[in-house]
């Protein structure tokens, strides 16, 4: 589980679902009457589609109408290419500056670029923030199982 939650923040691990295979693996291997492991389960699902459901609503929500589709491919292009170029810290660092390379080019100037730039990354750090709570949620909600259970 600690490795789902890092997961969450170094984006090369899928962290929240880590996390919910984790508690699953832990309601099938404990041999115990009684059907309190599967709900505790079932909370960790329901955080865990909540977090996902937020991690791309809010970002979405804040960004839109503000980012073209050429930004994001742009974006999307260049972390794919700094994760290879750059293991791990390259799908970060391209990320941003493919983001800002679009923007420069639609903008036509830096600093609008920049302030563009720094937009994308509140909202993406909010949706990462938001699985982050998901994820810290879910793993509490495991500790209380395990200590009820």
Do not use: C
Not at 103 to 124: W, Y
Request: proline share 4%; charged share 10%; glycine share 14%.
């Amino acid at each position: 589980m600690v490795v789902g939650v890092f997961g969450v923040v170094i984006p090369v691990l899928p962290g929240t679902a880590l996390i919910l295979a984790a508690g699953v693996a832990w309601a099938l291997l404990v041999v115990d009457e009684g059907s309190g492991r599967w709900v505790v389960v079932a909370i960790m699902a329901a955080l865990f589609l909540a977090g996902i459901a937020l991690k791309y609503a809010l970002p979405g929500k804040r960004l839109s109408g503000q980012l073209t589709r050429t930004t994001l491919l742009y974006g999307g292009v260049a972390a794919v290419a700094g994760f290879f170029l750059l293991p791990p810290l390259g799908l970060l660092i391209g990320g941003v500056a493919g983001v800002y390379v679009a923007e420069a080019r639609r903008h036509g100037n830096g600093p609008e670029a920049r302030r563009s730039t720094v937009q994308v990354l509140k909202a993406v750090g909010l949706g990462i923030l938001a699985e982050l709570t998901a994820a810290v949620l879910m793993v509490a909600t495991w500790l209380v199982g395990l200590a009820l259970t």
